[in-house]
């Protein structure tokens, strides 16, 4: 081996022509952050990991179940009798696989008043959320701060993947004006998630932060990638001519609703209840759609205004206009959780 010892163990990558010395020196002086920690995170966060970027922050707000374990790669059953945050047992991994780097975890919630402060001082934001709040929130700091992000969402076979490099290409909200209504969406715990699709839009997601901070912008995707594992397809919609069609409130504008706090779900703790109440931003909600999508999960029942599922601990109320009492808690963060988990954004 002809490399310095401190690059050894990055000698394959180095050798790659368009990456060369280069590319690993720019990397090692880079940071990313990595939001959310569950499937596509814990991927991500273990392929920035192990190629070298100098600093990866990982924010989570849950802890590791037994259910995680079938697609989730950093975790084991240790992490789950240990009752471990998912941050907090995906940092003790990856810092036994790559000491040279830097990996701070966070346990939080995030939201519109904390994730400025999470960017800080990184160079690409890596999507591994579960709901599109939290991804509009991302796309308003990319665009306002200027600091590229790389989406991607997984559900049953099929997953999708774009990167967004703020006043070059399209962004999420260039692609979707509005966060879909609660409840219209399936979610991994209503339609299920097969781990071979996570790998792989966790690997696409991986590849571009690192052409990024590599210092190769001009090598990223400038198209929404779609892929079905079990349909055998994929497609690249190219989005090149979206940015300049859309009067985008976001990147045109520069309307940051969401990271205002004008847009995003309100919550608030019930006091003396042990529940939190949830008012989503997208209001009413199909309680008979939402109903067939949660058969089968637990024990269900409804009447003309509410329904109401006991599911794991918690007893999830979901009122017609959207607003939801997640009861077994009194932790915003549990109950947003719990929300997204079965509700969904
Ligand atoms: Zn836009």
Redesign the pocket.
């Known amino acids: 081996m002809s490399a310095e010892p401190s690059l050894e163990r990055y000698v394959r990558q180095i050798r790659y022509a368009r990456w060369g010395d280069e590319g690993q020196r720019a990397l090692a002086a880079s940071a990313a952050l990595v939001c959310g920690c569950g499937a596509l995170g814990s991927m991500t966060a273990n392929t920035l990991v192990r190629a070298g970027v100098g600093r990866v922050r990982i924010v989570d707000r849950d802890f590791v179940e037994i259910s995680n374990l079938q697609r989730q790669v950093l975790f084991d059953e240790d992490d789950v009798a240990r009752q471990l945050p998912k941050a907090v047992a995906a940092a003790e991994k990856l810092r036994r696989i790559n000491s040279q780097v830097r990996v701070e975890a966070v346990v939080a919630d995030v939201d519109h008043g904390n994730l400025e402060e999470l960017c800080r001082d990184v160079q690409v934001i890596v999507d591994g959320t579960d709901n599109f709040e939290i991804r509009f929130l991302i796309n308003d700091v990319s ?1 306002k701060h200027g600091i590229p992000w790389v989406y991607g969402g997984c559900l049953g076979a099929e997953g999708q993947t774009m990167t967004i490099l703020p006043g070059e290409t ?5 692609l979707m004006h509005d966060c879909p209504p609660p409840g219209t969406l399936p979610t991994c715990d209503t339609a299920g998630i097969l781990a071979p699709i996570v790998g792989l839009i966790a690997s696409i997601e991986a590849m571009e932060a690192l052409k990024i901070l590599s210092g190769h912008r001009s090598s990223v995707s400038r198209g929404l990638t779609v892929i079905d594992l079990w349909q055998n397809q994929s497609r690249q919609i190219n989005l090149g001519s979206l ?1 300049e069609q ?1 009067d ?1 409130p ?3 504008r520069r309307e940051f609703s969401w990271l205002s706090g004008k847009q995003g779900s309100r919550s608030a703790v019930l006091c003396g209840r042990n529940a939190v109440q949830l008012s989503p931003p997208a209001g009413a909600v199909s309680l008979d759609d939402l109903a067939a999508k949660l058969q089968g999960i637990g024990p269900l029942t409804r009447n003309p205004f509410l329904l109401r599922l006991t599911v794991e601990d918690f007893e999830l109320t979901v009122f017609a206009d959207g607003r939801a009492i997640i009861g077994g808690t009194s932790e915003v963060a549990v109950a947003r959780s719990v929300y997204a988990k079965y509700i969904g954004h």
Not at 170 to 174: D, Q, S, V
């Open positions: 665009i399209a962004c999420l909200r260039c940015r859309v985008c976001c990147c045109k």
